[in-house]
């Protein structure tokens, strides 16, 4: 399992793949500016990467 510490960037992409947001270390993802729609969340780890779909209402 990952920990808070492995994660060295997060990237919030809109479903056409423009970067909307970069947030360097570790910090509360903080999502009240997006407007409604599906995003695209990618954690960029030491040694890996995850990416999340979500659809904020």
């Known amino acids: 399992m990952y920990e ?3 994660i060295s960037t ?3 992409y809109n479903i056409k793949g ?3 947001k970069t947030i360097k270390g570790i910090q509360n ?6 407007k ?3 995003y695209i969340i990618v954690f960029l780890l ?3 990467k ?3 779909q979500f659809i904020k209402m």
Do not use: A, Q
Not at 29 to 34: A, G, N, V, Y
């Open 4 to 6: 808070n510490g492995d």
């Open 10 to 12: 997060i990237k919030i």
């Open 18 to 20: 423009f970067l909307l």
């Open 29 to 34: 993802l903080d999502t009240s500016e997006l």
């Open 36 to 38: 409604s729609g599906y």
């Open 46 to 48: 030491l040694n890996d």
């Open 50 to 52: 995850i990416k999340i």
